[in-house]
């Protein structure tokens, strides 16, 4: 197993304990420091009452996301702000979420996730920011 293997079983294993995220079916698939990727099928329990994904179950994918980029660091991060904008409604398929850092400082760190549906469309941006405590994580 590589170094970069054995980083991501770290991860995997610490994000398990993420029991609303896995009850929402949200699966990590990739990180690194500062990155991750999400993916979550979308299942009847995520529909709103119109029939489309519900606005709180994009926005758990995009914040467990952003919560793996910001703590893969090693220190405990905490989101003191998040926002995001709905630009696609879906009512089936599987969802991808990406979480880039875009600004790093010893107390900060502010982070764009994207999620896109199966054919590629942007269906949702989310921003947040996290404050960065002095713990590190068990995996850190």
Known sequence: MTVLEQDFSRYQQQFEKDLFAKNAGIKLVEAAPGYAKARMKISPEHLNSVGVLHGGALFTLADFTFAVASNAH???????????????????????????????????????????????????????????KNETHPFG
């Open 74 to 132: 090693g220190k405990v991060a905490l989101a003191i702000n998040a926002e995001i904008s709905f630009f696609k409604s879906v009512s089936a398929g599987t969802l991808t979420a990406v979480a880039k850092e875009i600004s790093l400082h010893s107390k900060l760190g502010t982070y764009l996730v994207d999620i896109f549906n199966e054919k590629g469309e942007l269906l949702a941006n989310f921003k947040g920011t996290v404050y960065r």
